[in-house]
């Protein structure tokens, strides 16, 4: 009874019974360029709101150094960085069976999402707080609510990768995407000032609560925006199937498409190449014991490189490809990372941290949009499971594989990190080809 009752409430949250009447591709154009001012606008402001909220719980810079206060353990800043780095991945392919039998896409990011994702994210200043007299109980709740929150935004993202894909052309993603995070970013440059205000100012636990607090809440007012989005509704959908019989025609896909599977290899090395991502400010603290405030300050420079970046990135995306993008920022990667390795002074770790940022927008950008160029449109969801999913599996071993390396030592670490975005850079550049370019593969 209760098993039927959940069903029931799921299908009506995700609107699955509403009935899609058959389209031609001209009208689904037709409304996508209706609605394309509407749906620009209403997505940018989401994810300013959203990027101006990740300012304050940047998992380069805040996060680290609040797991510090809480442990001098590498290892838990480790299992942050493992969150961070695989939890929005993982999940995907997981969540992608069933999204891709959904008429809408729209009900899943919204009203499952609120739930999933945005929620958690209120544990985290009681967190903050707790964390005072009661350190593990403090670091338990800020687990949960982070990884709540990340794995949540994994769960729905497959439906607001395809969302994104139902609202632009291929030839628009890169503009809109470039736009969001480059005034989402912008606006984060505020939110890092502030961020260094705070904890400057402030002492531990209030700081963080403070910070903690200014994140959910503007997490939160991005969701409104994504609200108001006009989806337009295709008709194609994927017959049911179980999940064994789905998980059994994946490898199909990966072999029968060659070009993607080249890709899943060159995207797996990127992200060794951001192994030691989570690690650079407790490097920096140990090797020149710089303040808290100045952490505020580093997560200003990666905000700085990620808006620049980010907004040329997304019309060179629009222009040249996704695949030039990516090679972009595994170059960008290396020299953070050799920077990072080689610094004589403590200065130097804006640019790092600049660097950085310039290789995460690009990479956030053009992983997401590239993935939708090799898939046919009725198996995006697939696609975008598939790809994150392998990279969320792989993300969980990297930031291990730092912690391991951090333990031994920083420039072991920072080498082998700017070593595996030179391997990337030569793999996709020299052995994987632009989507676009490409005859669509058939998929069973």
Known sequence: ????????????LLRANTPIPERSDGEIAADMERNYHWNFTTHVLDGVFFWLG?????????????????????????????????????????AANATERLPLMKPVVVNLG????????????????????HPQLGLALFFIGYAGHILGAGAVAPAWQDLVARCFFPEQRGRYFGTATFLGNGTGLLGAALSAWILAAFLFPTNFALLFTLAAFFVTVSWVFLALVREPTQSHMVARQSTRQYLGKLPAIVQQD???????????????????????????????????????????????????????FGFLS???????????????????????WMAPFAMLY????????????????????????????SRRPTYTGLANTTVGAFSIAAPLLGALLASISYDWLFAVSAGFNLVALVALHWWVKEPRQLKPVPTS
């Open 258 to 312: 060659e070009e993607f599977r080249r890709f899943l290899l060159a995207r797996t090395l990127l992200v060794f190449g951001s192994l030691g991502t989570g690690f650079v400010t407790v490097a920096a603290i140990a090797r020149w014991e710089v303040a808290d405030g100045v952490v505020g300050f580093y997560t200003g420079a990666l905000l700085l490189g990620q808006t620049l970046g980010t907004f040329v």
């Open 318 to 340: 629009d222009r040249r490809g996704n695949k030039l993008v990516l090679e972009s920022s595994a170059a960008f990667g290396m020299f953070a990372f050799l920077l990072a």
């Open 350 to 377: 804006y640019a790092v941290f600049f660097m950085l940022g310039i290789a995460m927008g690009g990479i956030m950008l053009s992983s997401i949009l590239v993935v939708l160029e090799f898939a046919p449109s």
């Open 54 to 94: 990740a300012s304050f719980m940047s998992s380069a810079t805040i996060i680290p150094l609040f797991v510090s206060k809480l442990s001098d353990s590498p290892w838990a800043i480790g299992l942050a960085a493992v969150i961070a780095q695989a939890g929005w991945y993982f999940p995907q392919l997981f």
């Open 114 to 133: 609120f739930f999933l994702e945005r929620l958690p994210l209120w544990l985290l200043p009681i967190a903050a707080l707790v964390g005072a007299s």
């Open 1 to 12: 009874m209760l098993k039927t009752q959940f069903h029931t409430t799921m299908r009506w």
